[in-house]
Each structure stands twice: as C-alpha cells, then as structure tokens.
C-alpha cells in the first residue's frame, strides 16, 4: 500500500528519468571532461602554450602585434591575454566574417604558434556541454530543462526513499530490493552536493540565466553595482559574470569639441594594433604600465575599444574559461582605460557587487572545478560518476521488474492530486520557470488525452 501512495511521484520519476536520462549522461560525462581542461590542455597545447618560436630576436609587445597582423592578413586583434609565467601571451584574432584564431607569443614577443579556436578541447568539451554541438534557443533550453528535471528528479528520489523506508536492511533480500536500495542510498548522498552544482551551473543558461542575470543588474544592492562608468557589453568569456552585459564608458573627449584629445598619445605613432579608427591610440606597452599603475596584476585580459570612444576593457576574472587566466573569485577585477591617453577612468572589483554577484562569483568556478583546486575537481568528479551510478542503477531497477515487449511503466495513481505534491511541483515552477513551463505543457496534454479517453468510453459502451 506505501507503493500505492506514491504512485504519482513515482510515475513522474519514471519518465522524467526516462527521457531525461540520454541528456543527462552526455551533460554529466561533458561536465568531466571539461573539469579537467586546464591539466589536458597544458599538456596537448605545451608547444602553445610554453614554447617558443625559433626566432630569437627581442621585439615589443606591439612590434609582435603588428606581426601577427601582418602574418593573418584579414583579421584584426580584439582581445590580449597576459598570462603570468610561465605562460605565453595569447592574442585572439577575428575577420570580418566572424571567422577566429588564436596566435601565441612567446617571451620575445616572437609567433610561438596558431589555433582554430573552433577546435580546442576546452571549447568542444564547453559546446558540448552547454549546447550539443547544435546551438540555438530551443536547443539551449533543452539542455536546461534536463538540468531541472534533475533536480525534481532528485527530490522526488528522496521523498519516496523516505516514504517507502527503502534505505532500512530487508529480512528477506532480492536482487531488486538490493538495487533498489543501493538507488536509494546514493541519491541521498549525492542529492545536496548535486542541487548544488546543477544551480551553480545555471547563471549560464539561456532561460533561467537571462532572469538571474536581469536580476541581477535591476538590483543593484544585492546584484551588479550601478556606476557612472557603465561597464562593458560584451559576450567575451575573459570578462567577469557579473559586469558583462551593460554599456561601456567612453574614452575622454575635449569637453569644448567632443573631438579626440589629438596629444592624448604623448607622441605615440601609428595607428592602435588591431584598430583601423583613424586616430591615434595609446600603445599597449603602454596600457601595460597604466595597468601596472593600477595594481593590476597578471595574468589578466585586455580587450580592445570597439569604437572611437570605446575603452579599454582590462579585467581578472574567475570563470574565464581560457586555460592559465583565472583568479580567485575575490580577486575579481574590471578597470576601464581611455584608448588616447591610457588613464584609468574606473574601476569595479570583488568589494563592489551585490550578494547575488558575489555568490555566483564563487558559484562558478566552484561549478567548474576550480574553486579551491584539486579537491574541487576530484569532489565534482565523484558526485558526477555518483550520479551517473544513480542513473545506471535506476534503469537496472526497471529492466529487473520490466516484463517483455511492455513498457512496464509505474501504474497510473488511482487518487487525486495530494497537496504535498502540487506544492512541489508549483515551487520548483517558480524557482525553475522552464521546468513549470514543462509541467504545464505535460498537465495540458494529460489533460486533452482524458478528454479524448472519456468521450470515446460511451461510443465503446453502445457497441
């Protein structure tokens, strides 16, 4: 009769695991693999990343810069990465038509070597993982509402587990009890650390990242700090989570004309590497020492003005995705530089965001694995081969008690609705908007099949 009783929940677990479960082995084993990007990358990239190129002669930064544009006719330089020892610098390149490339120099600012971004492990594993490899809205969003359904399908674990005391020894144990009972012992262990990475994982997402991130830069005492200087609109990993999407300060103008300051370069000549703006900008040796001044220290990004008012976008971040470039959360930092003159104009750290930025600063990397070094990856490792057990485990269950050539799907609830699990489901709704969206789709088409199943009762009857 305790089986009875949770019928409800158990039907949901059952095809909420069903059809769930393809996405959430290929989301779990991509989530391995990608914890463990830095240590294969500085190994199948050492060349890269550490080597240097066979000419030896000591040229500048911007001198290396203008080789590498001379080298990659068609593309223009957007972003520098200044990695700290013993890592090379990694300028990232983009064409007109969108195509990009990564070129690395070594410590002569010589060309140690190029990469297809498209290609590199870490931005296969992080496609996979965030997108399948497909991309798109609808696609985004599936593989959020697999992450949603994961965690209804870990509470609902846990109420049935308690309900039907499957974790209490059986005097008289079979295979299924046994099974039953391992299914039930790792879903308690792993229900808590899992919720967590799975919602350290969604400011990412495309239905429910938006809202926090909205969220986030409406309220600005628990989220996005409001400055006068707005910070960068950008969709560049290299800048910090929670000053990525608002408008740039612009570089300093004569407050008479609104024109350039035309000595702002205090004698620098030519034009800004990577630019084609027509006035003269501040050489990056120099931004180099203006963020010196600033006590900012390596390895850090600079990402270059899109206009002629643009700035200089210098930042530390902690969930960069870019192998040798992350921070601890604490250390965030983003510094805008005016493109003439290379003054700092502002500044925004760590100290500056709200509660709601702080905690999805550390959320993150924690997410990642790199929070707190290897025994976040090996935690993370662990909670994902446990759920991956959790997975297999589950289905073992199911072909124990399927009977050949049917479904064997738990029976329909022969009782109404219970409060208990309609609160459940309307407040994972409301924290998970996309999961209440699919329960509202799931109800409306139940819903259609009753009908359709009642009305064609009497037609049945009369025959």
């Avoid at 960068?232 to 350039?260: I, Q």
């Amino acid at each position: 009769m305790k089986i009875k009783s949770n019928n409800r929940f158990w039907r949901w677990h059952f095809f909420g695991a069903l059809f769930m479960a393809p996405l959430l082995i290929t989301l779990t084993l991509s989530g391995i693999g990608y914890l463990f990007y830095t240590n294969v990358e500085n190994v199948i990239y050492k060349d890269l990343f550490f080597g240097n190129s066979p000419e030896t002669y000591q040229l500048t930064i911007d001198e290396g810069i203008s080789l590498v544009k001379h080298e990659n006719k068609g593309f223009e330089v957007s972003k520098i990465m200044i990695m700290d020892e013993p890592y090379n610098t990694r300028l990232s390149l983009i064409s007109e038509n969108g195509e990009e490339r990564y070129v690395f120099l070594d410590e002569h600012n010589e060309i140690a070597g190029v990469q297809n971004p498209k290609f590199t492990y870490a931005n296969i594993l992080r496609n996979l993982h965030s997108s399948l490899f497909v991309g798109g809205t609808v696609v985004n969003y599936l593989v959020e509402l697999a992450a949603c359904w994961a965690i209804f399908l870990l509470i609902t674990g846990i109420y049935m587990t308690m309900k039907s005391r499957a974790l209490h020894r059986p005097k008289k144990p079979t295979r299924r009890i046994g099974l039953k009972r391992n299914h039930a012992w790792i879903g308690v262990v792993i229900t808590i650390p899992m919720i967590i990475l799975i919602f350290t994982g969604l400011p990412w997402s495309a239905f429910m990242g938006d809202f926090i991130y909205s969220a986030s830069q409406k309220h600005p005492s628990i989220g996005t700090p409001l400055l006068q200087q707005q910070s960068p609109t950008s969709d560049m990993s290299e800048v910090p989570w929670a000053v990525r999407k608002e408008e740039p300060p612009t570089s300093g103008t004569d407050k008479a004309d609104s024109k350039p300051d035309p000595h702002a370069n205090h004698g620098g000549s030519g034009k800004m590497p990577g630019m084609d703006m027509g006035n003269d900008g501040i050489l990056v040796e120099k931004l180099l020492w203006k963020a010196r001044d600033a006590d900012i220290e390596k390895p850090y990004s600079i990402i270059y003005p899109s206009s002629t008012d643009g700035v200089f976008t210098v930042s530390t971040a902690s969930n960069t995705g870019v192998t040798g470039l992350d921070v601890s959360p604490a250390e965030e930092m983003t510094a805008y530089f005016d493109q003439y003159s290379g003054d700092l104009i502002s500044k925004v750290g760590y100290d500056d965001y709200g509660i709601l930025a702080k905690w999805f600063t550390w959320g993150i990397p924690l997410h990642e694995g790199h929070l707190f070094g290897w025994p976040n990856k090996l935690l993370n490792l662990v909670v994902c081969l446990a759920f991956l057990l959790l997975i297999f485990r589950g289905f073992q269950m199911w072909f124990a008690r399927k009977q050949k050539g049917h479904l064997s799907a738990p029976p329909k609830a022969d009782r109404p609705v219970t409060i208990g699990f309609a609160v459940l489901l309307v407040i994972l709704g409301v924290l998970m908007p996309l999961f209440g969206l699919s329960v509202l789709l799931i109800l409306i088409i139940e819903g259609i099949l009753h009908l359709t199943r009642k009305n064609k009762k009497p037609a049945s009857a009369g025959k």
